[in-house]
């Protein structure tokens, strides 16, 4: 990270944030608006790079916004307690939980699907039969 303020190019290199996406932060309010140049280009200290890689890393497990805005806020006051932080941790835990279920109904759906139309022609092909008519399929949830 820099020591002292770096123009935007140089935030998004350092961050791994893109430009558009910076500012989108600063526009809803994740990342404060930044000093300026006279010349009125934004310039980013080593605060700021901190948060920019706290949303990136948020946004990569999957975190929405707001709970990415709530926890920013609890990081802005660390004297709080961490069930807020827990709390939303968990239910990122629960949807991922959830997804993970899914996936694992659609992969057994998909292979089953295979395994059946191994050989023959479309007309007896399983797979496009089961494609037309979710109903046989063996698992709801995919």
Known sequence: MARQAVPIGEATRQSGVKVPTIRYYEEIGLLPA????????????????RRLAFIRHARELGFEVDAIRTLLSLQDNPDQPCAAADQIARARLAEVEQR???????????E???SECASG?????RV???LADHGQCQHEHH
């Not at 930044?34 to 790079?49: F, I, M, Q």
């Not at 022609?121 to 092909?125: P, Q």
């Open 34 to 49: 930044p000093s300026r140049t006279e010349a009125n280009r934004r310039l980013y200290g080593v605060a700021d790079l």
């Open 100 to 110: 993970i279920a899914s996936l694992t109904a659609l992969k057994a759906e998909l």
């Open 112 to 114: 089953r699907m295979v």
């Open 121 to 125: 022609r479309v007309a007896e092909c």
């Open 128 to 130: 496009i039969e089961i």
